[in-house]
Structures are given as structure tokens and as C-alpha cells.
């Protein structure tokens, strides 16, 4: 049978054609949202941050396989590199124990009897993303994970809730996914995935198309080292104000108290 006689919505090589583009955008869009929506969860809290850096057992094996495998050919470039990025990675693995700490704390004051506001919501991969669904694994609480299409570093961390755990093709429709129901946003160290996506909140909470909520930047010896944010107002390109658009912590129960407060919620 010749495929125009399949109906539309069977046809699968239609489907995937240059044609049909909009309609997998809208479909990648609606998708999620009805999930979401059937599910009860209300509002997100965002949590960003590298796949790259394990837990801190893992980061300890990791490290010590490097260190044997630079005894054993200590002249070779490779195991020279890898054992420097095994290093950095043992110093940032505290960053794990910080983001699943502060998920369960948001995951556990937040989720009660069945309310499910400031959901949990990650890119699904491992490393400090994983450590976001799974805080809130830890305190029994559901958790969303938008995992896209890529080379690498993209499969579903065993923590996301089963229902929640998503795939996308467009980044920019699971970006929309990520500010849609957002009422807070954390970034923890990470990579231009990490940067990508603080940006372009920040961008959008300056510029009034979304409104404003608390954006926490975990890790501040990494942030000020990394960007150095006074050389944007004293170059003129962005005002002083625009600084207060994001707060520093290093402490999960610091950094949920300035959400809490943002929100007028002085309980405790």
C-alpha cells in the first residue's frame, strides 16, 4: 500500500518531514504541559548544573583509577589530563551533597500532603542534576526531568519520578518547559548548558517577559571566579540593579531561606 494512503497522523516519515516541523514543535510542547497539568504540579523550582560532576564516592574511584593509571604511564599526555580533570571534578563533588540537600529540603516543605508546588525540575542527566531529582527521591517526593536528544551525557537519571522523566528533540521548547511553571531558579557549577540557561532567565527576568523570581547561584567562589559579574556594570553594559537580580549562597538552608523569603514565608 502506498504510503499516501496512511492517514496522517500514522505516517511516520510525514510526520518527521521538514513540513511537519511546527507541528512536532507544538506537539513537544503540549505533551509535557498535559502531563504536568494531570499530574497536580503547580510550580517548578529549577535546578541547573554540570552532568559532569559525580557524587563524591564516585568522584573518589574516578580519581583513584586516574591517579593508578598516571603511575603506571606517568609520561602519557592523556593520563596526565585525565588525572587533572579527576582532581577538579574530587573538589567540586561537595557540589552534589549541597544540590540534593537543598532539593530535599524545597521537595520536603513544599510537597506536603499531596501539594505539589516547586516541583523539582532538572535536565534529567547525571552529575549535579542527578543529585536534584534525587533529593527529592530522598524525602519522597516527585521530581521532573527534561532530558533532550545528544551525543552524550543525556541518559535518564535513575531519580526523575517515572511519569515525570521527559524527552525532547528542540532546546527551545524544553527551555520553555523549564520557565513555564518556574518559580525559583538555582544554578549550581555547570557548563554553557549551565550558562545557556542561567542567561537566558536572567535575560528574560530583566527584560520583563517573564516575572521576576529568586535566582540562586550556588557556589560562590565559582561564580566569582568564573564571571566576573562588576566588569558588566563597569563597562556600561548592564545597570547595578541588574546584580540584584540574582543572590549567591553556599548553604542549602540559606539559599532556600532567600526563596521563602522572596515569597513573604517567614515560617519556619
Known amino acids: 500500500m502506498s504510503e499516501a494512503h496512511l492517514k496522517a497522523y500514522e505516517d511516520l516519515e510525514f510526520l518527521k518531514s521538514d513540513v511537519c516541523r511546527a507541528v512536532r514543535l507544538q506537539l513537544e510542547f503540549l505533551k509535557p504541559d498535559s502531563v504536568m497539568d494531570r499530574l497536580g504540579v503547580r510550580s517548578t523550582i529549577v535546578v541547573f548544573g554540570s552532568a559532569r560532576v559525580p557524587c563524591p564516592s564516585e568522584a573518589a574511584r574516578r580519581l583513584a583509577e586516574a ?26 563533588s561537595h557540589y552534589y551533597d549541597l544540590a540534593r540537600e537543598f532539593s530535599a529540603l524545597a521537595s520536603r516543605h513544599c510537597q506536603r500532603s499531596g501539594c505539589r508546588e516547586f516541583v523539582v525540575i532538572t535536565g534529567g542527566g547525571g552529575g549535579l542534576m542527578e543529585a536534584g531529582n534525587r533529593g527529592a527521591s530522598d524525602v519522597g517526593a516527585v521530581s521532573i526531568g527534561l532530558n533532550i536528544t545528544l551525543p552524550f551525557e543525556q541518559i535518564p537519571n535513575p531519580y526523575i519520578t517515572p511519569e515525570l522523566s521527559f524527552q525532547f528533540h528542540y532546546f527551545s521548547i524544553r527551555k520553555m518547559h523549564f520557565l513555564r511553571r518556574a518559580r525559583a531558579l538555582c544554578a549550581f557549577p555547570g557548563g554553557f548548558g549551565t550558562m545557556d540557561e542561567l542567561f537566558e532567565a536572567l535575560t528574560l527576568i530583566q527584560t520583563h517577559k517573564i516575572p521576576r523570581i529568586p535566582v540562586v547561584l550556588f557556589g560562590t567562589e565559582y561564580w566569582s571566579d568564573v564571571i566576573h559579574w562588576e566588569s558588566f556594570v563597569q563597562r556600561g553594559l548592564i545597570s547595578p540593579d541588574d546584580l540584584k ?24
Do not use: C
Open 67 to 92: 591517579e593508578k593509571a598516571h603511575r603506571e604511564h606517568p609520561d602519557d599526555p592523556a593520563r596526565r589530563e585525565a588525572l587533572r580533570v579527576a582532581r577538579a571534578h574530587s573538589d567540586q
Open 245 to 268: 537580580l540574582f543572590h549567591m549562597s553556599d548553604n542549602a538552608v540559606e539559599g532556600w531561606n532567600h526563596i521563602r523569603q522572596f515569597y513573604g514565608d517567614t515560617t519556619t
